[in-house]
């Protein structure tokens, strides 16, 4: 007669907790895989917002306003990036979100509590945006612009000197609408001043804190008097020279 070994299999338990283990395993990889993915679009979604940003402003150096800007003047002088290009039924140019594939629209604006020039600025509008996507967003693209408003709460003003956002607000405002949130990103350019209307360049917030009348200038910790030329009579006051 042959003599035939025990052979053990596993447990119900440890089959268990080989399956739960696994089970975590691949939930992890996942939520990581999907938070890089998140990551990888929000920052192509900012790079071409900031291409139009600087695209637009190049385009109109040497002029009083923004008063003809359109998206089509952008898309012919090849500003607009070609993943955001799309057309309507009838042809028509419109503009969507490469990442996100919601409606973007740009417009000229007058911004500045003290303007003296209209439309000294633009204002590029993404209508839709998910609370998955928004605080990221805009937090990634707040260093590039002067003012943002969500909804209808400005979180970063053009005279607040910084470049971060209201964190606070903008997380209420962002999951206020779920997938209907509007974000309004505007830049004024420093050829055209809001403040004194003469023409000559002034500082944006983007860069530089706001000095006040009479006394020594304020720089943000990221400039150095070399850098900052448009305020060479007032550095005076602070290094003895203008750089």
């Known amino acids: 007669m042959k003599n035939f070994k025990n052979t053990k299999g596993f447990s119900l338990i440890e089959t268990i907790l080989v399956f739960a283990f696994i089970a975590v395993a691949t939930s992890l990889i996942y939520g990581t895989y999907s938070q890089a993915t998140k990551n990888v679009d929000i920052l192509d979604e900012v ?3 900031d291409a139009i940003r ?8 040497g002029e009083t306003s923004y008063s003809t800007l359109t998206a089509t003047l952008l898309n012919t002088n090849k500003i607009i990036p070609s993943n955001m290009i ?3 039924e009838d042809g028509n140019l419109i503009l969507t979100s490469s990442k996100f594939k919601l409606p973007v629209t740009i417009e000229p604006a007058t911004l500045g509590d003290n303007a003296d020039i209209t439309d000294n600025g633009f204002v590029i509008e993404y209508e839709g945006i998910t609370n998955k996507h928004c605080i990221e967003f805009v937090t990634q693209a707040a260093p590039y612009f002067d ?5 209808n709460t400005v979180v970063k003003l ?3 000197g910084t470049y971060a956002v209201d964190l606070e607000n903008t997380f209420t405002q962002c999951n206020i609408n779920s997938g209907s949130t509007i974000v309004r990103f505007s830049s004024v350019s420093a050829t055209m001043n809001s403040s004194a209307g003469t023409g000559t360049a002034a500082p944006t917030a983007a860069t530089l ?6 006394s020594p200038v304020q720089l943000s910790t990221t400039e150095t008097p070399s850098t900052a030329t448009v305020l060479d009579p007032l550095l005076k006051q602070k290094w003895g020279t203008a750089p």
Do not use: C, E, H, Y
């Open 47 to 49: 790079r071409n917002l």
């Open 54 to 61: 600087s695209g637009t402003i190049n385009l109109f150096l």
């Open 86 to 88: 799309d057309a309507d």
């Open 147 to 151: 003012q943002i408003q969500i909804n």
């Open 158 to 160: 053009i005279s607040s």
């Open 209 to 214: 804190v706001k000095p006040i009348q009479n």
